[in-house]
């Protein structure tokens, strides 16, 4: 059960989702990173001891635009892998409860469906960095690795993948889901509908237009959420 949770990142966007939607319901806190330096074991011990949670959601990354990760590789290994290893160190010494956000962009995105064993083979840099980060997670047993693929509600970009198969979520549905399994370890696949990225879109921004991804994006990363949906319900 939770007592007291520290999300990293905690004044990153998903962070200030779950602030807003669990106030009353979760005891968690959202150190920026002044408070805790996800790239200092010393920063992360100092503020984990001083609060004494019972789960750390480790959140902080480097995400988008997706080409950092081609053009900054120091940037990503640091930030998604090592920042990840470090978060993973403290937790296993101090025995911290760890939940991981992943993506489900280390499936190899040709066939779709894909469970949470089958073979993997990240899609680009950034995918490479959080399975990086997933090698570290997966050594220390008290963990939850989420591999997810959410966004911010509206659709904000301006065209969307019509030839594209995933399983798109916002941020708030995952926040939703956050409190029903802070207690399972391995491996979760997290993700909403399985349809095309412009499907998804059209649905919250009817502005949004049409854009192939033929030479740029796999054709199906599509995750099979089974095991999600008997865990939450759905």
């Avoid at 503020?47 to 080409?67: D, E, F, G, Q």
């Amino acid at each position: 059960m939770l007592n007291k949770a520290v999300i990293t990142g905690g004044d990153g966007r998903f962070a200030q989702v779950l602030k807003n939607i669990n106030k009353k319901k979760l005891n968690i806190f959202y150190p920026n990173k002044k408070e805790l330096n996800i790239l200092d074991t010393t920063s992360i011990t100092k503020y984990l001891k001083k609060n004494k949670p019972t789960h750390v959601i480790h959140a902080a990354a480097l995400s988008r635009p997706m080409n950092i990760h081609d053009q900054h590789i120091s940037k990503s290994i640091d930030m998604n892998i090592i920042g990840t290893c470090n978060i993973v160190k403290v937790c296993s010494k101090l025995k911290i409860k760890l939940i991981y956000f992943s993506t489900g962009y280390v499936y190899e995105g040709k066939k779709g469906n894909y469970k949470e064993d089958d073979p993997i083979k990240p899609i680009n840099n950034y995918a490479w960095s959080k399975l990086g980060g997933e090698c570290a997670v997966a050594m220390y047993k008290n963990s939850l690795i989420l591999r997810i693929t959410m966004c911010e509600k509206p659709f904000i970009h301006k065209h969307a993948f019509h030839d594209v198969i995933t399983n798109f979520i916002f941020h708030e549905e995952v926040a939703k889901i956050i409190p029903k399994i802070l207690d399972k370890k391995g491996i979760l696949n997290v993700g909403g509908k399985t349809q095309s990225i412009y499907s998804f879109a059209k649905k919250f921004n009817k502005d949004v237009k049409k854009k192939s991804a033929k030479g740029i994006f796999p054709k199906n990363p599509s995750m099979n959420t089974v095991k999600l949906k008997k865990i939450v319900k759905w």
